[in-house]
């Protein structure tokens, strides 16, 4: 019997290319995302099943699950992919970017999880990866409120393996660094210093040295990570990714909390 694998925030970066990645290699899809009715290149494809789910809607998360289950069967894996990163200083964070940065990166992911979480301990299998980044291990200037959202998918997922492993279930955390997807650019909330001049000196030096990020385009370095979490047999929790994520989580090892954000600071010349 295929497995299946259900895939959040696949329109784009690396979930799309999670989704080919598993089509490749046989298994069941299902390709979730906002507006499937603007996909036409993966819904042509044969054993995915391309169809709305928003993380932020529960409705769309039980259809999605159910529409999944009632093609393919069974869900063996998921991939908790969605999510998109609010820049700016903490104080110039409007109420609502506050909540929807943790409504689509956190609770999105915990209310999918939930969902698949009945069918997986009844059949006493199943996997959930849930894509962290690098900025789930070390932070940057100007990105608390993506960092403290993705350093609480680290803990959640470090946590949930204690409950999970006994019933059959394994928790794995990808690390991505910096891919070139749509994550910086239309998927990007930037509010910077929100006109509060204190910020803005700061926040620029920040996004000059963003912008200046050597971005990979190898996306199928991320889904193979992916694909391997999936189908590797191990215990392993963390997959980092990129050089720039194995060099930058080295080197948090082996400094201390000062020396790092001296490093930080001095990189980025401020
Ligand atoms: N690219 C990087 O450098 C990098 C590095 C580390 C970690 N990451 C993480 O990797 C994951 C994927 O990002 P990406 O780089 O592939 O960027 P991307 O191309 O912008 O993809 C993000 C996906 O998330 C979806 N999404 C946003 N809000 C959603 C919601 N409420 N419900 C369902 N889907 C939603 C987007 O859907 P729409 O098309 O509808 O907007 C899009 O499909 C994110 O969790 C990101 O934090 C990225």
Request: negative net charge; hydrophobic residues 40%.
């Amino acid at each position: 019997m295929n497995k299946t694998v259900l895939i959040t925030g696949a329109s784009s970066g690396f979930g799309k290319a999670t989704v080919k990645l598993f089509h490749n290699k046989g298994w069941n899809v299902i390709a979730t995302m906002r507006s499937p009715e603007k996909e036409n290149e993966l819904s042509a494809l044969d054993k995915v099943l391309v169809t709305q789910l928003d993380v932020t809607s529960n409705q769309t998360i039980q259809n999605a699950i159910q529409e999944g289950i009632a093609k393919f069967g069974h869900i063996d894996v998921l991939v908790n992919n969605a999510g998109y990163g609010a820049m700016g200083a903490l104080e110039a964070a409007s109420e609502e970017e506050v909540k929807k940065q943790f409504d689509v990166n956190f609770f999105g992911l915990i209310a999918v999880t939930k969902a698949v979480l009945p069918g997986m301990r009844q059949q006493r299998s199943g996997i959930i990866i849930n894509v962290s980044s690098v900025g789930g291990r070390i932070t940057f200037p100007f990105a608390s409120l993506y960092h403290a959202t993705k350093f609480a998918v680290e803990g959640l997922t470090e946590s949930m393996q204690y409950e999970l492993n006994p019933l059959g279930i394994q928790l794995k955390v990808i690390e991505p660094g910096g891919y070139r997807t749509e994550f910086a650019g239309r998927s990007m909330s930037i509010f910077g210093g929100n006109g509060m001049e204190d910020y803005q000196p700061g926040f620029d030096q920040f996004m000059n040295m963003f912008e200046h990020w050597p971005m990979s385009e190898d996306l199928s370095e991320v889904a193979s990570a992916i694909y391997e979490a999936a189908t590797d047999g191990t215990e392993k929790l963390r997959y980092p990714v990129g050089h720039d994520a194995v060099q930058l989580i080295g080197t948090r090892h082996q400094m201390d909390d000062v020396d790092f954000k001296k490093m930080m600071v001095a990189q980025m010349g401020m």
